[in-house]
Structures are given as structure tokens and as C-alpha cells.
């Protein structure tokens, strides 16, 4: 089969990270578009929030020379750019938890301007503006992905992948992000990866180093949950694993149900939604 990226399955950390942890919920995320709009649906939140405004800014230090990274203060540029997610466009629906987020955001920068770390050295800039190659030219199928930071290693001429963690909890062990995010930056730039790290921006002044992934293995396996991502958009078959729901779908589907509020579209025209209350689920395990 011809190459063509416009008929190929794309996947990635986040759509491969929804379809195991529950089919449904990755179609209504990555797959359903509003008959009325013709848009995807996105269900805002305050960590969701707190998390693109804090990577937002980070993000912006990587094109910056090294010497100058630093000479503005963190805090002040979230202050900045903070009125993109204030209110319900941000997911906060009373004063108070937003000003808790926003503290948190400017405790982690602050954290991070002390601790710089990595961020002081040189940086590595994929030139795509969104990353991908052919995880199966075969099977018509694209990885793709933004790796948070690339730190270049001037010893060994390698880079080093960093993902900056805003969430208080520490990263599944049996996570693919890292593997995924190996594999993009092995096949998108030319500069070998050395090491592997997260860096928990709540709690942490310096990236916690990962096992450097296997290329084979890590292929094998994302591959294989890709395939069965096509399957099931071939088939149309997308199936909760859970009969009343779960988790993960539950909020799509409040969101078909007339029970969200909508907030706006974003500039990816997506139809952006707010939960004002989540309903229960059953507490189940999931395993990625």
C-alpha cells in the first residue's frame, strides 16, 4: 500500500492511552464529531487546565538561547497567559478553586526557576510542529506526538527526553508514554537518545531517570495496540468494558446527554464542555 497520511490511522500517547483504558471513551474523545457542529468534543477541567498553562510556558523557554532562559521570571509569564483558562473556560466553577490552581502553577515554576537543571543546557527543537513517522508503512498506520523537552547531551551527542509531570500522582509504572516518546524521537531527529526522565513539577527539583526503553519490544507493542485501534474503527466497534460505564466514557457521555455546559470552541474547533458534578462509577481496575 502507497503511502498516503490522509487515509492512515494516527495514534498517539494520549489516543493509545484512551483506547486502553476504555474503547468508548476513546472514540467519543477521537472518532465522534457533534451532528449539530460537526466538531470533536473536550471536556475541560482544572488539572487539564493547569497542566497545558504550566507546559505552555515551559514550552516556551526551549527556543530561547540558554543564557537567556531565565532572565524573566516563570511566575510572571503564567500570570500572563493565565487568563486563556480563568473561569469556566479553564474548567473552575467558584474563585477559590481556581486561585488553588493557579497557586500550584506558580509554586512548580517557582520550584523550577531555583532548580533549572536540564533547562540550563542546550535544547533540541524537532522542526515538525507535530512529530510522526510511519509506525507501519503495512498497516497504513502513523505514530505521532510533542516530547516535552529534548535536552542535547554534549558528551555523547544524544539527547535526553524529559516530560514534565503537573498531576500529584506518579506515573503508572507500566506507562507507554515514555517508550512512545523514545520511538519518536529515535525515527524524528538524528541525535541518538542517552536517557529517559519525568519530572514531577509538584514535588520534585529534578527529572526522576527512566530505563532507556527497547526499540524492538517497545515497537512490538505499540504496534500491536495500534492494530487493534484500526480494527475496532474499521468494525465501528467501541465497547466500554464496563456495562454502566466507567470512568473514562461517563463523561462523554453526560456530555451527549445534555448534561455538560458549553463553554465555547477552541482554536482546534473543538466543542469545549465543563462537568459542573461527575457521576459515580463503580471503582474497577484498568490495566495499561
Given at each position: 500500500m502507497a503511502k498516503d497520511k490522509y487515509t492512515a490511522v494516527w495514534v498517539s500517547y494520549s489516543s493509545i492511552s484512551d483506547f486502553l483504558k476504555c474503547p468508548r471513551a476513546y472514540y467519543l474523545k477521537n472518532v465522534y464529531r457533534s451532528p449539530d457542529t460537526g466538531h470533536k468534543i473536550k471536556i475541560i477541567s482544572p488539572p487539564l487546565s493547569l497542566g497545558q498553562i504550566v507546559h505552555e510556558v515551559i514550552e516556551g523557554l526551549s527556543v530561547l538561547p540558554v543564557e537567556n532562559r531565565f532572565d524573566e521570571s516563570l511566575v510572571e509569564e503564567l500570570g500572563q497567559i493565565w487568563p486563556k483558562v480563568s473561569g469556566k473556560q479553564g474548567g473552575f466553577t467558584d474563585f477559590e478553586t481556581e486561585a488553588v490552581y493557579k497557586k500550584r502553577g506558580q509554586e512548580m515554576l517557582r520550584r523550577l526557576m531555583n532548580n533549572p537543571g536540564p533547562l540550563k543546557n542546550k535544547a533540541v527543537k524537532i522542526k515538525m510542529?507535530?512529530?510522526?513517522?510511519?509506525?507501519?508503512?503495512k498497516d497504513n498506520i502513523i505514530l505521532c506526538g510533542k516530547i516535552d523537552w529534548l535536552e542535547y547531551l554534549a558528551e555523547s551527542d544524544?539527547?535526553?527526553?524529559?516530560?514534565f509531570k503537573t498531576g500529584k500522582r506518579e506515573e503508572d509504572k507500566n506507562s507507554l508514554q515514555l517508550s512512545i516518546y523514545y520511538l519518536l524521537a529515535t525515527f524524528c531527529q538524528n541525535h541518538p537518545v542517552k536517557k529517559v526522565s519525568f519530572w514531577y513539577l509538584e514535588n520534585s527539583e529534578s527529572p526522576v531517570e527512566k530505563p532507556l526503553p527497547n526499540l524492538k519490544k517497545s515497537t512490538e507493542i505499540i504496534l500491536e495496540i495500534a492494530k487493534k485501534i484500526k480494527l475496532a474503527r474499521q468494525l465501528s466497534v467501541f465497547k466500554c468494558p464496563n456495562k454502566n460505564g466507567c470512568y473514562a466514557c461517563l463523561?462523554?457521555?453526560?456530555?451527549?446527554?445534555?448534561?455538560?455546559?458549553?463553554?465555547?470552541?477552541?482554536?482546534?474547533?473543538?466543542?469545549?464542555?465543563?462537568l459542573e458534578k461527575l457521576k459515580e462509577v463503580e471503582e474497577q481496575s484498568v490495566i495499561l
Open positions: 510542529s507535530l512529530p510522526y513517522y510511519w509506525l507501519s508503512e544524544g539527547v535526553h527526553i524529559i516530560d463523561p462523554f457521555e453526560q456530555v451527549l446527554k445534555n448534561e455538560a455546559n458549553f463553554i465555547g470552541v477552541s482554536g482546534n474547533n473543538e466543542d469545549i464542555y465543563i
